[in-house]
């Protein structure tokens, strides 16, 4: 189809469509270009390049920089090395790797230094650093991936484990970036952990719950570190991963599947459902824990429901049927406001289970939103209208919620998938 002719679709209804603005679309694609050059930054104590979060952070956080680094391939694959080996280097002995990476907000020149308060790993090391090695065929960056993934799985196993159920615990608010969400909220659960170390439940009767997200994640770390075991040729390596993640895939169905519903909540100190329809359902899906015939199901009654997670504009980050979805749409809240870092890891798990038709759908809101408002990373979930950052953040990026990595890369990514602009 004609670039100048090409529509999309808005969400006030399914024949409400706008004209992509070929001229327009080009100068969006400049302004992401040019932002995210300028989050390619190099610290005194690390020389290779790295990709950084936001405009007014010199800091990466491991819930995005390792998927985002990971498009960022695309256009210098020596930043996404870079990126991932920062990671591989700040690593602690015990094997937890840095949630957060970076200096000081105002002295832009001092050297890197981590911090190990919580886990933030949205979407697996392991899997990115695979898809990273097979993309530039560099093998001794497999090799080093292969031994820094390997420890934190170890540290994930004995530190993440405390009730013996081989499900991977969720001990903070931040341990999956789930700022002001009820489902940590509602039980009373912090932020970090005590004394910024990823190791240490904090004290309450509501802690630590086994948690279907960070366990799909394991999951999906430990199948790629299969796939990494088999390039490097360690046959027996690589049964043992595949095992292990069996094993885990079917703990996370045992365990934190309702029967009853099909949704997958948090499993709290007494064995009980907590009844929170957050976005702990998105890594399992993410992390293809289901096979497709688990999938459908849980597509048709959640994923895809208006009255759940798909809204008009695609996700929520709450389910808006839940008693304890954010009606005021707070910024920075993972209660309800669709949020672009969940519609950017959609491209991991929508075509994989067949949902291409859908997946385009979402790519052309997203697309409309920046292109009528800039670039914002929270909206609302029925208007797109961009959410007003709050002054306690608006340190992310100056005065609003816009631009950053994940909001720039959504927009290449999507103009391209959509066949638009090269």
Known sequence: MDKKTYSLRKAYGPD????FDEELGLRRREEALSGLRQMVHRFSNYEE???????????????????????YARIDPEVALGTHEFFFRFQREDGLLPCILGSSFKDKTSPAYGRFGMVQQNVPLARTSLELARLTRNEAFLAKAYAAC??????????????????????????????????????????GCPGEDAAVCPPGTNL????????????????????????????????LWRERAAELRSLIVKHCQDPEDGFFYDVGPK???????????????????????????VWHRYLRNPHEFWTPYPFASFSVSDPNFDRKLLPNSWGGPA?????????????????????????????????????????????GDPSVALPDIAFLTGDSMVGGTVCWLAYLEFARGLGLLP
Request: charged share 20%.
């Open 208 to 239: 630590p719950v086994l948690a279907p997200d960070l366990s799909a994640v394991v999951y999906g770390g430990r199948c790629a570190l299969a796939g990494m075991a088999e390039a490097l040729d360690k046959p027996a390596e690589a049964r």
């Open 339 to 383: 949020n672009c870092n969940l519609a950017l890891r959609a491209l991991l798990w929508m075509e994989h289970y067949g949902k291409t038709a859908e997946l385009r759908v979402l790519m052309e809101r997203w697309l409309h939103i920046h292109l009528s408002y800039g670039f914002y990373w929270q909206v609302n979930p029925w208007t």
């Open 150 to 191: 390997s420890r934190f799985d170890d540290w994930a196993r004995r530190y993440r484990n405390t009730r013996g159920t081989g499900l991977v615990e969720m001990f903070c608010m931040y341990d999956f970036g789930q700022d002001n969400s009820p489902r940590c909220v509602m039980i009373g659960m912090p932020g």
């Open 16 to 19: 409400t469509i706008v004209a």
């Open 49 to 71: 390049p790295v990709l950084r979060l936001a405009p007014a952070l010199n800091t990466l956080w491991l819930e995005n920089a390792a998927f985002e680094s990971l498009l």
């Open 271 to 297: 064995g009980r459902f907590l009844r929170f329809r957050g976005t702990q359902l998105f890594p399992v899906v993410q992390e293809h824990v289901l096979t497709p015939e688990e999938f459908e199901p």
